[in-house]
């Protein structure tokens, strides 16, 4: 199994949690040294290889898959990207890994979860911290108050504990990698929306 995580495409996948286990992991997270995501599930097997199907996900596409919002069956065939990974492991010892990508509409059903099947994880966990990289645009130390400005976004939120040390000798508008992790509470933007809140676990 642990050869699926070393895909060439993608890096080295360090495993984030284990959804179904049968004899090793069949559906897992998985995320890259970039710090992308991704959801792997054992899609089909015969006496030459074990075949993987592999989809990025955003981190919010991940915990909605979680808590059970996304089937699992959704999760692979209305991905984010238009297309999966297909891995196929070889059981022989020397063989290569094949790798091939395969549009969303062309993963045959067989490969797939069933559709109505949630993940039902108890108690539901809290979403999971992921990495950014952006310009450090605004901190209030008294407040413990951060934002980053990154390419897609901007994040706003509170500096935890552990990290305030690091964050009193940070340089504004410099440059950071930052993990963080979304909390519940939300605010209203001037349109009427709703925004989440981060917490600043580290920065580096």
């Not at 995320?31 to 993987?52: C, I, M, P, R």
């Not at 989809?55 to 991940?62: P, W």
């Not at 069956?73 to 059981?91: N, R, T």
Request: glycine residues 4%; aromatic residues 10%.
């Amino acid at each position: 199994m642990l050869d699926v995580l070393n895909i060439p495409e993608l890096g080295k996948l360090d495993i984030v949690e284990v959804y179904e286990y049968y004899d090793q992991p069949v559906l897992y997270s998985c995320k890259n040294a970039s710090g992308h995501f991704y959801l792997v599930v054992a899609a089909a097997e015969d006496d030459q290889f074990l075949t993987w199907l592999c989809v990025a996900v955003s981190i919010e596409r991940l915990n909605l898959i979680r808590s059970g919002t996304i089937d699992l069956h959704d999760a692979f065939v209305c991905s984010e990207d238009p297309y999966a990974i297909q891995v196929k492991v070889p059981y022989e010892e020397h063989a290569s890994i094949q790798t091939d990508f395969l549009q969303l509409d062309q993963i045959p059903e067989d490969m797939l979860p069933m559709p109505g099947e949630y993940l039902d994880l108890k108690p539901k966990g809290p979403p999971l911290p992921f990495t950014i990289t952006g310009a450090l645009i605004g901190v209030l130390l008294r407040s413990k108050i951060f934002e980053i400005e990154t390419v897609e976004q901007t994040y706003t939120g509170y500096i935890a504990d552990e990290a305030y040390e690091t964050m009193k000798n940070a340089t504004l508008s410099r440059e950071y990698t930052a993990e963080i992790q979304e909390v519940t509470e939300r605010s209203e933007t001037t349109d009427g929306l709703t925004k989440p809140k981060y917490l600043l676990l580290n920065l580096r």
